[in-house]
């Protein structure tokens, strides 16, 4: 039975962007956001549901799912339903998408990873370790300095007649090795499209070591609005690599699908979800942080705070501030149905 | 004379026993946190290994506490570990720490000059045969020690509640410490996996099925010791996954003090023939157990192994380009964790998280299309 109004919410937090995903019941992406997180993950999650809620009146969120490297922050203010890592949430959306992908390179703000699929199942996966050379902020950093927009990077890119080697192993070497060619008097064009295939040889020499990497190939995350890196990537591999619609926003409709499937595999007739509502956007959360002096661990615990009221603490090995936050989020769930009535 | 030495997960708890016995006055390091990794980087080179950095730090926290002299086992071949009683020694002194410094070790194969090191830590009160005893007693106690983790390895992905299993541990340990006598000694596992066994009621993790099991191979002290390798173990149970290891502290003692003569609670004896197709040769340090280790799980029919590889460990370095092969041939998925001190600890929560969702769902069986993306994990 199809529902109208009725939505299913992704969220993806991550460290340069925060994005939210609203699926609808035929499992299209109604509205996907793409806000930049700025440091301040609340804040941002909270503007999205407020620009969500706007255009969305009458929305009826029927299940929530969080991913990215904030992803329990985000579970804890949104009422999440799933709570999952990245590489699942993008591999989930990327074969919702391409039911026969084998491949996803996935470059974001600050990590880049690869992930494997073999008969729709994930067989392998990588992540990059000691090294963000290649990832979204770093072209973001040169797009700066050569002030140019970063959406320009990649069209820009595409124009090289021939483009430069760059020293790609290191990001701050890449960069005065850039600087080197510019002073040389390499065009621009040649040296952004030199940058590309330098952070490609560095990312598959990285992340992709000792990965077999065959086609359909999906290139997803923030960079692959770059189409400099596609093709780059498209020249190193010789295969095809294809870029999905929604590429910025994978991880966000991964969750969403997750969410969708965690309820409606209840049958509807389970509890429910226990999103917390829009007009989460109208209240105030703040964040603290403490050292715990119980042991020798001295862990660094978190808290998060809803009008004043504590909502969820986490960050303790022993768990005995986290084991608290069931019992919180009650509290708060009462205090809210109060107001209410 | 107050000696102390360097923490490896539970042994100090083998250790203490030993000198105590033998009334020897004994330092126990607080145990190993952040304090203890700051005060050991700022002695330690920088590229110098892990372990050598945690050590420096127990020393300097033992100091604190009187202590003046160190013993920690030595060793040979490819690995620095050999190394790091003389090199800790230098590094101490230069940083205006007095310590005396003993490597339980046979100086150039001198069982003679090993014996003399031994009579100079136990002085003239204890006779020989006393030190035996001792010897036996604390060697039966990392025995012991070892079953204790394992039936804890065992509970984590079956209770509910993750702290559930951890007391249950916490007791375990503290029983382990007060045993004096053999008897007293065999009777905490019993103990143990009775208090398991009666905490099941509300235990209920995995549902009843069957939980995931995957196997730990890599550098002994990352393994043994949770700080280093930041709670994999705890964090792999809590996630529902029932870990085993290649290496438990009785079967490094057993081979790597007593020689061989000892076979302890998990023995290493038999990596080295199951790693043969692979790697013919030792590398140093654990490298041939670790390729052996991951050829006996892959054959047990485990559902993953995890490879802890600490920073710059050539023997695992080397074990690590071999176990591509072993998944390969096995078709078991194997990841590699490289820790050291900036490793932090949401990416590798990630990486445990993507590793158990991709080893649930292959378990899971091939689902049909469609039905592929049934969630993951709890």
Redesign the interface.
């Known amino acids: 039975m199809l529902r109208e109004n009725n939505y299913y919410l992704g969220v993806d937090v991550g460290s340069v962007s925060t994005n939210l995903v609203l699926l609808d019941e035929r499992e299209q992406a109604a509205k996907t956001l793409y806000l930049r997180t700025m440091g301040r993950p609340m804040q941002t999650i909270q503007e999205g549901l407020r620009m969500l809620r706007s255009e969305f009146p009458q929305a009826h969120i029927a299940g929530v799912g969080t991913t990215g490297?904030a992803r329990q922050l985000a579970a804890t203010l949104l009422g999440a339903d799933?709570v999952?890592?990245?590489?699942?949430a993008h591999a989930?959306a990327a074969?919702?998408l391409h039911?026969g992908v084998q491949t996803i390179l996935e470059i974001g703000g600050q990590d880049s990873k690869i992930i494997c699929l073999r008969?729709?199942?994930?067989?392998?996966?990588a992540?990059n370790?000691?090294c963000a050379a290649g990832t979204g902020s770093f072209l973001d950093q040169q797009a700066a300095r050569l002030g140019i927009p970063i959406e320009e990077f990649g069209p820009t890119a595409v124009r090289a007649e021939h483009p430069v080697r760059i020293a790609g192993r290191c990001s701050v070497f890449a960069e005065s090795d850039m600087i080197h060619k510019q002073q040389l008097g390499h065009s621009l064009p040649d040296i952004l499209a030199g940058l590309c295939q330098a952070m490609v040889r560095n990312y598959l020499n990285n992340v992709g070591k000792?990965k077999e990497i065959i086609s359909p190939i999906l290139f997803q995350g923030g960079v692959a609005a770059n189409p400099g890196i596609r093709r780059a990537f498209e020249q190193e591999l010789g295969q095809e690599v294809i870029v999905p619609e929604h590429f910025a926003v994978m991880g966000a409709l991964g969750a969403a699908?997750?969410a969708q499937?965690?309820l409606t595999?209840q049958g509807g007739s389970g509890a429910g979800s226990r999103f917390r509502g829009l007009q989460l956007a109208e209240t105030t959360f703040q964040a603290g942080s403490f050292e715990c002096s119980g042991?020798?661990?001295?862990c660094e615990v978190v808290e998060i705070f809803q009008d004043g009221q504590i909502l969820a603490r986490w960050g303790d090995?022993?768990?005995k501030w986290s084991?608290e936050n069931q019992a919180a989020a009650h509290c708060a769930r009462a205090a809210e149905q109060t107001i209410r009535a | 004379m107050k000696v102390t030495f360097p923490h490896m997960g539970n042994a100090w708890i083998v250790i203490q026993a030993l000198f105590e016995a033998l009334d020897v006055e004994v330092v126990v390091p607080?145990?190993?946190?952040?304090?203890t990794l700051n005060l050991g980087t700022k002695l330690a080179p920088e590229s110098a290994c892990l372990p050598l950095k945690i050590n420096l730090g127990n020393y300097i926290e033992a100091a604190a506490k009187g202590a003046d002299t160190i013993v920690i086992t030595g060793g040979s071949g490819p690995c620095r570990f050999g190394f790091y009683g003389e090199s800790e020694r230098q590094i101490l002194a230069d940083a205006g720490y007095d310590f005396e410094v003993v490597i339980l070790e046979p100086p150039g194969g001198s069982l003679w000059g090993l014996a003399r090191r031994i009579r100079y830590l136990a002085g003239s009160r204890n006779s020989w045969a006393r030190i035996v005893r001792a010897v036996r007693f604390a060697y039966e106690k990392s025995v012991v020690l070892d079953q204790v983790e394992d039936l804890i390895h065992q509970a984590r992905p079956r209770f509910s509640d993750?702290?559930g299993a951890?007391k249950l541990y916490a007791i375990a340990r503290q029983h382990l410490i007060e045993s004096a006598s053999y008897e007293s000694l065999h009777r905490v596992p019993v103990r143990l996996a009775q208090n398991i066994r009666d905490s099941q009621g509300d235990a209920n993790g995995s549902g009843g099925k069957e939980p995931l099991r995957i196997g730990i191979v890599g550098e002994i002290y990352t393994i043994l010791e949770p700080f280093a390798s930041l709670?994999v173990e705890?964090q792999l149970g809590a996630l529902g996954a029932e870990v085993d290891r290649s290496i438990y502290l009785s079967g490094w003692v057993g081979q790597h003090i007593f020689r061989g003569l000892a076979q302890g609670y998990r023995p290493l004896r038999v990596y080295s023939r199951l790693a043969k197709p692979y790697l013919e040769h030792m590398v140093g340090g654990h490298g041939l157990e670790t390729v052996g280790a991951a050829v006996s799980f892959a054959r047990r029919g485990f559902d993953g192994i995890l490879q802890l590889l600490p920073?710059g460990c050539m023997p695992e370095i080397v074990a690590a380009g071999i176990l591509?092969r072993i998944q390969a041939d096995f078709s078991i998925?194997i990841m590699t964790l490289?820790l050291d001190e900036?490793t932090g600890r949401?990416?590798l929560?990630?990486?445990l998280?993507?590793f158990v969702?991709?080893l649930e769902?292959?378990k899971s069986g091939?689902l049909k299309?469609g039905s592929?993306?049934?969630?993951?994990?709890k």
């Open positions: 490297s799933v999952k890592n990245e590489i699942t989930v074969s919702r039911p008969d729709g199942v994930v067989v392998d996966f992540m370790t000691v000792n699908y997750l499937e965690k595999s042991c020798a661990n001295r090995r022993c768990g084991a | 607080p145990p190993s946190g952040k304090g993750a702290a951890e709670d705890q920073l591509p998925p490289t900036h949401a990416g929560q990630t990486r998280e993507a969702d991709l769902r292959r091939r299309r592929v993306l049934s969630v993951a994990g």
